[in-house]
């Protein structure tokens, strides 16, 4: 089922933790909600479940407005951060809670229950305590008992924050092929930005109480509309042009005391001055006959990779440098090093 | 479709909060009133003043040697047997709580059979006819009922510390003794004071101990005691109460400053804490000596309850017999029955109540739940003699006056002289036991897991028995077990509210202490002390069946699984 957030607002006290937000999602599509801590998105989340009450703004599901409704009567699912399972009952007992108060009758939930935890590969889990599960294991209990109740939405809030890396890359893969598999319009939060380009359609990045940017993964990694948005999704070589000039669908400018040109058709664009460019470590070239050069600031090797810091007139920039082994890369800290910036890459951005 | 807000728990608070005010406070401001409206003369005001300040003098000295000699052995015996690794430790940690189940007064009769007129020492031994009565007696036997009082809060102190400052301090250089003292002590500060103020409390509103061992030597509580049991003098008793009060307030107010200070700096909780390894061998002995001291007092107070209790007559026979055992077991089971009637039934309510009433101010936006939390524990520094005053002053009369307009024509309700008095005092006493469990549970809660009930569809009033309450229940179990033991062994509140058909062990043994039959009053005192200790093992059993019965099956499961394939038992 669709959703639409038209003007959400919510205050605590004087602080807008969700400032007139506007989000539409498709039915069956993954939404993640990425932002630091402190931006919103979990509260945002709560009021969507209805957890929180709404300040300002409407809530539509499926046309129908829900923003008055009772938490109990919206049939969206959540999965909590630290899994909110009940630890006074079994893993049968808390899938078959929501079950058991939309009063299905024992034989069906027994049958719903062993479904769901086949499902997420819990079989003969069903009457262990949930302090003898490990934390994976928990996860996906709440998982079943968010999915076993057949929401119209499922809302997830920071779902896998607490497991270490391995798991919280296949659980997540998990997540997301079940999400699919059953089709439910989703909502996941997460600080992540790995994790939610992995698992979402589409991202809502947030930063204080305001949407920065939605758009495909890709999009919001290549595309960004701004600083904040470049930079939280990733390493970001950020630079300040001089010289601007705009030439139909191009500007031609100056950066590292070299000239260079970019294809921008976008009309808004007509300022000459403060407009900086974002490019990734991964579209800058070393090579020796490369157009710039910097100095070499620091070094790091990350496993097949090495990241370059370059410094030249005052910018910083990083390089990474794939199979450093393979071609006889010996550079120091301190010596000069030619680079090439695929400029076809490269992104003009508000600062 | 607006959430609705549960008309249940808004009623339960409101009943309990009114409950408070007229249980809690009325009693506490009726002793005020009493002893303001108090229409004497000028003279025998002084003369009552000049009476009240001895006695609050013999009272400040008592009580602020006991704090200071209880909190040093319960910090003492706190380090050494939790950081201190020495062999017969964990024996030493169930010796140590052995007065917990005693009523505060009855210490004294090893105290007695050791130092009295025919005591074994001063008699027998050296052939004193005088007894070193007073004081130093109060003193003595004070410090180490309470010392255990502070042992239990501090070590729950210590157990909880994170030890990584500590480790981080040794990583910077840190000796030891600097760690100690600019480490450990600090942190635990909070609870220390604590400790000592609660000490400082009960040793103020002790009253037992000084008419049974103090001689000439009477204390502000006792001296109330003798007021209204020997003159039956209200007035003077209501304003001897207003001193009474003063100090016991300050020291409330100054523990609930530093308990209501979030005590939270460990993360983690580590079972055992860390140890000393590299301990002086001095300090070592040291420490273990003193808290060695310090048990062998408990343990020789309860040794002497038990010889007591089956030797002919102390002091003149000392014969085996068993004429103290055959006696109560014949005539006198009606005051143990009581007592545990008593406390089975006011642990239930007040745990209840309490820890209900800890779970909506915790949770729920309620008005005045500030004021409420600070009445329902106000009666915890009101010593208990004054709150039973405060009882008596205030319900001799059907329903504090009201009653006489609303059951005009009918009996009017007066709640002194019924049986169910001394079971409300105890309830409204002890109900900040409840609270506190609750607070300490709802620490530790998790706050989603009622979102996630609501997120699955349950009402408000779902969440609460489905989840809240099965949540809550391993407070209610701690406050009950607590409660429990409180109650079997209070006096204080209950001694002028007791009707002599509802009268409880405790009463008994004190009023036998008081006629110096030594005997029969250990005998009694040993029965009490084996009855609570059965009864809370049975709780326990009650409380944790479920888990008991779990680990049987599954040892049972082991062992046929052993008989069915017996090759497995090779491997």
Known sequence: MGIELKEITQKYGNLMAVNHVNLSIEDGEMIALLGPSGCGKTTLLKTIAGLLPLYQGTILLNHTDISEWAPQARNAAMVFQNYALFPHMTVEENIAYGLKIKKVDKRRRKEKVEEILCKVKLQDYNDRKISELSGGQQQRVALARALVIEPAILLFDEPLSNLDENLRISMRQEIRKIQQEYGITSIYVTHDQEEAMSIADRIVVMKEGIIQQIGSPSEVYLKPKNRFVAEFMGIANIVELSQVERINDNIQARIFGSSIKIHWPDSQWNAVNNIHIMFRPEDVEIRDDGQFEGRVKWLETIGSVKKITLENTGNTIIAEKRNYHKSGFNFAIGDRMRFMIDMSEVYVIEN | ?571
Request: aromatic residues 14%; proline residues 3%.
């Open chain 2, 1 to 571: 479709m607006k959430i609705k807000s549960s008309a249940l728990l808004k009623t339960i608070y409101v009943m309990i909060s009114i409950t408070i005010l007229y249980f809690a406070l009325l009693p506490i401001l009726s002793v005020f009133y009493y002893g303001i409206t108090s229409r004497s003369e000028l003279r025998f005001s002084i003369q009552i003043l000049q009476r009240v300040w001895s006695h609050m003098k013999n009272s400040l000295q008592v009580a602020v040697v006991v704090t200071i000699l209880s909190t040093s052995f319960g910090l003492l015996a706190s380090i050494t047997l939790w950081r201190v690794k020495f062999l017969g430790r964990k024996l030493m940690r169930l010796f140590v709580l052995i007065p917990l189940i005693n009523p505060a007064f009855v210490g004294s009769i090893a105290f007695i059979m050791l130092f009295g007129k025919r005591g074994l020492i001063t008699h027998t031994l050296l052939g004193f006819e005088v007894s070193p009565f007073g004081f130093h007696g109060i003193v003595t036997m004070q410090s180490i009922g309470l010392a255990t009082l502070a042992y239990l809060i501090i070590s729950s102190a210590i157990k909880k510390t994170d030890t990584s400052y500590e480790e981080a301090a040794r990583s910077l250089g840190a000796s030891e003794g600097r760690i100690f003292r600019t480490i450990t002590l600090p942190l635990m500060l909070p609870e220390i004071t604590v400790a000592a103020m609660l000490v400082f409390l009960s040793s103020m509103s002790d009253f037992g101990t000084p008419i049974i061992i103090g001689g000439n030597f009477q204390t502000l509580a006792s001296d109330l005691y003798l007021q209204i049991t020997g003159l039956y003098n209200m007035k003077t008793a209501s304003i001897s109460g207003m001193f009474l009060f003063i100090p016991c307030f300050i020291a409330f107010f100054i523990q609930r400053h530093y308990s209501g200070k979030k005590l939270v700096y460990s993360h983690s909780i580590l079972g055992e804490g860390i140890e000393y390894i590299r301990i002086n061998r001095i300090v070592k002995f040291l420490l273990i000596g003193l808290t060695g001291i310090f048990v062998f007092f408990v343990v020789i107070q309860f040794a002497f309850i038990v010889i007591g209790a089956f030797t002919e007559r102390w002091g003149y026979d000392y014969t085996f017999t068993l004429r103290y055992l055959k006696s109560i077991l014949s005539k006198e089971t009606a005051p143990f029955i009581n007592s545990v009637k008593l406390a089975v039934v006011v642990s239930m309510i007040s745990s209840l109540l309490g820890v209900l009433l800890a779970y909506i101010i915790k949770s729920k936006r309620y008005p005045i739940t500030k004021q409420i939390d600070l009445l329902a524990t106000l009666p915890a520094a009101v010593p208990g003699i004054l709150f039973g005053i405060g009882y008596l002053v205030t319900f001799k009369y059907p329903l504090f006056g009201i009653g006489k307009f609303i059951f005009s024509d009918t009996q009017p309700i007066i709640l002194l002289g019924t049986g169910i008095i001394i079971y409300i005092i105890c309830i409204y006493r002890y109900l900040y036991i409840g609270l506190k469990s609750g607070y300490a549970l709802m620490e530790h809660m998790n706050p989603n897991l009622e979102m996630a009930a609501i997120n699955l569809g349950a009402s408000e009033r779902r969440v609460f028995f489905d989840i809240v309450f099965p949540m809550l229940k391993p407070a209610f179990n701690v406050a009950f077990l607590k409660n429990f033991t409180s109650t079997m062994t209070t006096l204080g509140a209950i001694i002028f509210l007791i009707l002599p058909k509802n009268k409880v062990a405790v009463q008994q043994i004190f009023q036998v202490m008081t006629s110096s039959e030594v005997g029969a009053a250990a005998m009694m005192a040993l029965m009490l002390s084996l009855l609570s200790l059965t009864l809370l093992g049975v709780f326990q059993f009650v409380f944790n069946h479920k888990e008991i019965f779990e680990r049987l099956r599954e040892g049972w499961q082991w062992v046929s699984s052993l008989r069915k394939s017996p090759k497995n038992t090779e491997i």
